[in-house]
């Protein structure tokens, strides 16, 4: 099989996978409220092939290879409900932006102290 030809076949492998399935799971239903899973995935996918032999002219040579990698990231869930459709993210801004200004104020302490003990 040729380069291109393990190309094409990966492409489609990959592509035949891609969906809206992939992306949202199967819904939820209770207490009146139905949830929807949403993921983020990210798709790789390279190949390779030769021909030819190295080294005497009547050597003969091939090869190939391929290869795909798939990876998923939860990012939250779609609610819906009589009152409201909304998007409820896995992790929270507040959050993250607290753990940033948490390691910047242990690094700026740290610094301080390394300094002093000079």
């Known amino acids: 099989m040729g380069s291109a030809a393990l190309l094409q076949s990966l492409k489609e492998s990959i592509l035949g996978q891609a969906g809206v399935k992939a992306i949202y799971g199967e819904p939820i239903s209770a207490q009146g409220k139905t949830v929807i899973p949403v993921a983020k995935l990210m798709y790789g996918y390279g190949a390779g092939a030769g021909t030819g032999g190295v080294g005497s002219s009547n050597a003969t040579g091939e090869g190939g290879g391929g290869g795909a990698g798939v990876r998923t990231i939860p990012v939250g869930v779609i609610e819906i ?38």
């Open 81 to 118: 409900s009589d009152q409201q459709t909304r998007f409820i993210p896995i992790t929270s801004r507040r959050k993250l932006a607290g753990a940033v200004f948490a390691g910047i104020l242990l690094g700026v302490v740290l610094g301080w102290r390394r300094r002093r003990r000079r």
